[in-house]
């Protein structure tokens, strides 16, 4: 009964997804706005809260730079940007694993290492899909840290080897995004991008600070770090509908998941997205990712993903968000058994003041056939695994006022993870544990 249920919802998200289409980026990461920068996919509308960068108004310490060398006028009258960030961090597990590796994280995976996270660089010309004619815009973004080598793609991996943590060298380069945006005079206006981009699914993101809408935390949840892509390459189109021009379509198609210059099969999938923005109060964002992602043509993978934005007074402290998943592979468990995946993750902050804000997270995800859960030596779990994790932090901004140094953030955590099988500690060889708890803390300065 329960297998029959999941397989309608399943078919109904589908055909929800081949009749909409879904998710949209943003419009304002631009280099002369905002203290933390947000991901600037370029396809929302520019209320959508998720995407957005906060303080606005406040110039970048790099395009400031730009204006000292008496470029950062002309990058402006042509809607260019040079910006990025540079972060740090430092994990404890209290369960102290034989082998330094906190199991089923990601960023946050070495235990008592400080790891340079991510230095980022962006150079981008935004479209502004409000202004009438044909528009050409771009992004090239590179990563360089610890991070980098859990975001590598196919064809692009100058390092070789496994994508996975037990990585050499623990520093590595990536491209992130290279793409290219055209924007089409057609009605509201048509744009177009192509190359290579980071996955219109999910509520967390690679960046550390999103943007003012999205409750951020230093680790990731099990949804960005097994749910979903990191990265697609392809081909986009997004149209704005609505009287207001509030509902962004997105729909494309991509080699697969991670995948660049090369693929792991012969056929393309599907990607999009619908992104709603019902008022100043809440945005909701469907988004869809269907095709096959093995070596054979034959075996499909479908997501459906939604996120829901809340905020219930517009200019007041409290920030509310959702994030839901279904998964399934053709033949990819054991028996050449379908699998399936879902998790719900929920986000909570309160901001105190300019200094301090205060955040939860509360997560669940089920892998059924066991085959997204795995350890840093590959290893699965087996069927049936349900995780669950908790992580309550904050974030800090000890100079909220400063030019400069408003741009500095530390983000300090606790996080408790805990499933129903010893799932913990055992790639380093230990007996295994069900639950790990973890203090973590990282630093951002966004230049």
């Known amino acids: 009964m329960f297998k029959r249920i999941r397989e309608i919802a399943l078919t109904c998200a589908a055909v929800l997804a081949m009749g909409s289409t879904c998710r949209a980026g943003d419009t304002s990461g631009s280099g002369s706005a905002g203290s933390f920068a947000g991901p600037n996919l370029s396809f929302s509308p520019p209320e959508v809260p998720h995407l957005m960068d906060a303080g606005m108004g406040t110039r970048k310490p790099l395009m400031m730079l730009m204006d000292s060398l008496g470029v950062g006028k002309w990058m402006d009258d042509h809607d260019l940007s040079l910006y990025g960030y540079a972060q740090g961090s430092y994990t404890y597990n209290f369960n102290r694993p034989k082998n330094g590796i906190n199991d089923l994280r990601l960023f946050d995976y070495k235990n008592e290492r400080f790891l340079l996270n991510q230095v980022d660089l962006t150079f981008e010309k935004v479209v502004d899909m409000s202004k009438p004619g044909w528009n050409f815009g771009f992004r090239v973004e590179g990563i360089f840290g610890s991070d980098s080598a859990t975001m590598q793609s196919n064809g692009l991996n100058p390092y070789g080897g496994s994508f996975g943590l037990n990585h050499s060298p623990e520093n590595q380069f990536t491209l992130l995004q290279a793409y290219a945006d055209l924007l089409v005079p057609v009605g509201s206006g048509l744009l177009v991008r192509v190359g290579k981009f980071f996955t219109l699914l999910g509520y967390e993101s690679y960046l550390p600070i999103v943007g003012p809408g999205s409750v951020n935390f230093f680790s990731r ?99 509310f968000g959702g994030n839901g998943i279904i998964g399934w592979e053709s033949r990819a468990a054991a028996g050449n058994r379908d699998a399936w995946w879902y998790a719900f993750a929920g986000f909570g902050s309160y901001k105190l003041n300019d200094n301090f804000t205060a955040k939860i997270r509360g997560e669940v995800f089920r892998d059924e056939e066991g085959v997204r859960f795995f350890n840093t030596t590959g290893q699965m779990f087996g069927n049936n695994v349900t995780a669950y994790e908790v992580t309550v932090g904050m974030d800090v901004i000890p100079l909220p006022k400063d030019k400069v140094w408003s741009n500095f953030i530390l983000r300090p955590e606790v996080r408790v993870d805990f499933a129903n099988r010893s799932i913990f500690d055992i790639s380093g060889g230990g007996k295994g544990k069900s639950n790990q708890v973890t203090f973590g803390i990282d630093a951002v300065f966004n230049f």
């Open 221 to 319: 949840d099990y949804i960005f770090n097994f749910g979903l892509p990191f990265t697609q390459s392809g081909v986009l189109a997004t149209y704005k509908f609505g009287r207001e021009k509030n509902i962004a379509v997105t729909a494309g198609f991509t080699r697969g998941w991670d995948e660049a210059t090369r693929d792991r099969n012969d056929a393309i999938d599907f990607t999009g997205s619908v992104n709603w923005t019902v008022n100043d109060k809440f945005t909701f964002l469907y988004s869809d990712s269907t095709g096959p992602q093995g070596t054979k043509n034959g075996d499909w993978r479908h997501v459906s993903d939604v996120c829901l934005y809340y905020k219930p007074d517009p200019k007041g402290p409290l920030l």
